[in-house]
Nanobody, 123 residues
Framework: VQLQASGGGLVQPGGSLRLSCAVSGSTGNGYAFGWFRQGQGKEREFVAAINWTGDRTFYTDSAKGRFTISRDNAKRTVYLQMNSLKPEDTAVYYC?????????????????WGQGTQVTVSS
């Protein structure tokens, strides 16, 4: 199983980016996705998660109201729409795939990870 993240870049404060993460390989059905990020010198932190059917989504407090996670199972892809970006959102963003867990915020609940995509919010 491989995850390929894309869509990062440099954006001004207040701007938007849409991250994508495509899955390849044999996964079966029923898996959940998560997005995590790691700023320079910081620990990796949870950003958002979505269940298999897409009807349950979860966000860290700083992402609520600004970020939207979604998925397209036919395309085996998860998205993270990020609006009203702030300099503190600057980080490498990682997508992750796991079986689905009540503890969706824990990185240890995800067995597969993408390579990360850099998001830089700066004027």
């Amino acid at each position: 199983v491989q995850l390929q993240a894309s869509g990062g870049g440099l954006v001004q404060p207040g701007g938007s980016l849409r991250l994508s993460c495509a899955v390849s390989g044999s996964t079966g059905n029923g898996y959940a996705f998560g997005w995590f990020r790691q700023g320079q010198g910081k620990e990796r932190e949870f950003v958002a998660a979505i269940n298999w059917t897409g009807d349950r989504t979860f966000y860290t407090d700083s992402a609520k109201g600004r970020f939207t996670i979604s998925r397209d199972n036919a395309k085996r892809t998860v998205y993270l729409q990020m609006n009203s970006l702030k300099p503190e959102d600057t980080a490498v963003y990682y997508c992750a795939l796991g079986p689905g867990s009540r503890e969706y915020w824990r990185a240890s609940e995800y067995g597969y990870w993408g390579q990360g995509t850099q998001v830089t919010v700066s004027s």
